[in-house]
């Protein structure tokens, strides 16, 4: 999948819900997410007995659980038959496997829950990718993700102009 390809998946997504708020936009598609996780993870989304089922636990804070929903969310949406076909997808307390549905997973929660005109902002102040991360408080791990993104999309960020070659396919796999 390429980042522009997810871009348009969340901008969809936001248009026909009219949130960014990856919980409500759960519970629009009538799937509740249950506020204790599996022991040993922080988030979970699977489909039992023909329903999606999403667990994200309260023990991480507020801004994480909001995080590891929005990711289940990009999932449910880019995943979808994976997880129809019994796929589990799983957030763990500690470390996430290197695996490209995970970063997509994440470019989609970065561009859901970060908009734009926040890290343009904070570029035009002559911050540095980590200076943005750090602005980020509890997203900080959604930053290089977002600012990816948006050099995919030609948004000249960070003194991207350098990368330009590189990012022409822009495929998410090259991210991690």
């Known amino acids: 999948m390429t980042?522009?390809?997810?871009?348009?998946?969340?901008?969809?997504?936001?248009?026909?819900?009219?949130?960014?708020?990856?919980?409500?936009?759960?519970?629009?598609r009538g799937c509740a997410v249950k506020r204790r996780a599996p022991p040993g993870l922080s988030g979970m989304i699977c489909v039992k007995d023909g329903r999606l089922v999403v667990y994200a636990?309260?023990?991480?804070?507020?801004?994480?659980?909001?995080?590891?929903v929005a990711k289940l969310l990009g999932h449910a949406i880019m995943h979808r038959e994976e997880?129809?076909?019994?796929?589990?997808?799983?957030?763990?307390?500690?470390?996430?496997?290197r695996d490209p549905r995970a970063a997509e997973a994440a470019l989609f929660a970065a561009e859901l829950l970060i908009p734009d005109v926040r890290i343009s902002e904070l570029d035009k102040f002559g911050f540095t990718e980590g200076q943005i991360a750090a602005s980020l408080g509890n997203m900080r791990?959604?930053?290089?993700?977002?600012?990816?993104?948006?050099?995919?999309?030609g948004v000249s960020v960070c003194g991207s102009a350098a990368r330009a070659d590189f990012m022409k396919r822009c495929d998410v796999e090259n991210l991690f």
């Open 3 to 28: 980042a522009e390809y997810i871009y348009k998946c969340v901008r969809a997504c936001v248009g026909v819900y009219g949130t960014c708020e990856p919980e409500k936009i759960f519970e629009m």
């Open 57 to 68: 636990g309260e023990e991480s804070g507020a801004s994480q659980r909001r995080i590891i």
């Open 83 to 97: 997880l129809c076909g019994g796929r589990v997808f799983e957030y763990a307390e500690r470390g996430t496997p």
């Open 141 to 153: 791990a959604l930053a290089a993700p977002k600012i990816y993104a948006m050099r995919c999309r």
